[in-house]
């Protein structure tokens, strides 16, 4: 019998995180979860079953789509099913075997760079509303960029005008700050910053800026902070966005703590 969806998709991100780090252990993978090192061993040898609360924090943790959650909780749902618990979660009656698509799309929009950076793209001198010169132009697959455009403009944020992609009136630039994080943004900002580390080691120093400090700090201030980069951000938008605008570019300002163990778990 087929291991259910969420023990071997749990087993295979552990297996995952331990490629890429030969020193990871099943308690580091617990506290990147936010549950007990025993609690997620008994669920990966497959004598526990995760309760519904216990699943949401994981769910959160890993950032899945859409897709994978609704397969996560159903398969989740399943295993409870079949053991005849009787007190079973509501919620776990009422699951889908499958996610709407719009749901997904919207997980996609946020979650996938190139949808804004295809929105930025048509303001731009050059601009040709073909597939193959977006993927060209963004380094995505000719399909990404047809199913991103039919996503823009099912979603109201473009629209085809003289057979041209062009952006909807009012819609604004998209602004990610200090928001509540979601899973869909911690997939965005995590592309962006791989991407980073592509244009650090091939572009050149005159097409990009790196610039960083290592500084001790008063984590009180963190909120006056957030503001004071957002304010700076926008001057610095409006001010790059005024001249002509020939490429797209992405701005990212990141402040984060260098020290471990940040929040201790009681």
Same mark, same amino acid.
């Given at each position: 019998? /087929?291991?259910?969806?969420?023990?071997?998709?749990?087993?295979?991100?552990?297996?995952?995180?331990?490629?890429?780090?030969?020193?990871?252990?099943?308690?580091?993978?617990?506290?990147?979860?936010?549950?007990?090192?025993?609690?997620?061993?008994?669920?990966?040898?497959?004598?526990?079953?995760?309760?519904?609360?216990?699943?949401?924090?994981?769910?959160?943790?890993?950032?899945?789509?859409?897709?994978?959650?609704?397969?996560?909780?159903?398969?989740?749902?399943?295993? @409870?099913?079949?053991?005849?618990?009787?007190? *079973?979660?509501?919620?776990?009656?009422?699951?889908?075997?499958?996610?709407?698509?719009?749901?997904? %799309?919207?997980?996609?929009?946020?979650?996938?760079?190139?949808?804004?950076?295809?929105? $930025?793209?048509?303001?731009?001198? $050059?601009?040709?509303?073909?597939?193959?010169?977006?993927?060209?132009?963004?380094?995505?697959?000719?399909?990404?960029?047809?199913?991103? *455009?039919?996503?823009?403009?099912? @979603?109201?944020?473009?629209?085809?005008?003289?057979?041209?992609?062009?952006?909807?009136?009012?819609?604004?630039?998209?602004? *990610?700050? @200090?928001?509540?994080?979601?899973? /869909?943004?911690? /997939?965005? @900002?995590?592309?962006?910053?791989?991407?980073?580390?592509?244009?650090? $080691?091939? %572009?050149?120093?005159?097409?990009?800026?790196?610039?960083?400090?290592?500084? /001790?700090?008063?984590?009180?201030?963190?909120?006056?902070?957030?503001?004071?980069? $957002?304010?700076?951000?926008?001057?610095?938008?409006?001010?790059?966005?005024?001249?002509?605008?020939?490429?797209?570019?992405?701005?990212? *300002?990141?402040?984060?703590?260098?020290?471990?163990?940040?929040?201790?778990?009681?």
């Amino acid at each position: 019998m /087929a291991e259910p969806f969420y023990k071997s998709y749990l087993q295979g991100e552990l297996s995952r995180r331990c490629e890429r780090n030969p020193r990871y252990s099943v308690r580091a993978f617990a506290r990147a979860l936010d549950i007990n090192d025993g609690a997620l061993s008994q669920i990966l040898s497959g004598k526990r079953i995760p309760a519904y609360r216990t699943a949401v924090r994981i769910i959160r943790a890993l950032g899945l789509t859409p897709d994978e959650e609704q397969n996560f909780l159903a398969s989740l749902a399943e295993k @409870h099913r079949s053991r005849g618990l009787q007190r *079973l979660n509501p919620i776990f009656r009422e699951i889908q075997t499958k996610p709407k698509q719009q749901q997904i %799309d919207l997980f996609r929009m946020a979650a996938d760079w190139y949808h804004v950076a295809i929105g $930025e793209l048509t303001l731009t001198d $050059e601009f040709q509303s073909d597939p193959a010169w977006i993927a060209r132009e963004l380094g995505i697959s000719v399909i990404e960029a047809k199913m991103a *455009l039919e996503r823009l403009v099912n @979603h109201g944020y473009l629209k085809v005008e003289g057979g041209k992609y062009v952006r909807q009136a009012g819609q604004d630039r998209v602004f *990610l700050g @200090h928001s509540r994080t979601t899973p /869909a943004l911690r /997939a965005f @900002h995590r592309q962006l910053l791989e991407k980073a580390i592509h244009s650090l $080691e091939n %572009d050149s120093p005159e097409s990009r800026d790196f610039t960083g400090w290592t500084l /001790a700090i008063d984590p009180d201030r963190l909120p006056e902070a957030r503001n004071l980069i $957002e304010t700076f951000a926008s001057n610095l938008c409006s001010f790059l966005c005024s001249g002509k605008q020939k490429k797209v570019y992405q701005l990212e *300002l990141c402040l984060y703590p260098l020290q471990t163990n940040q929040e201790k778990k009681p």
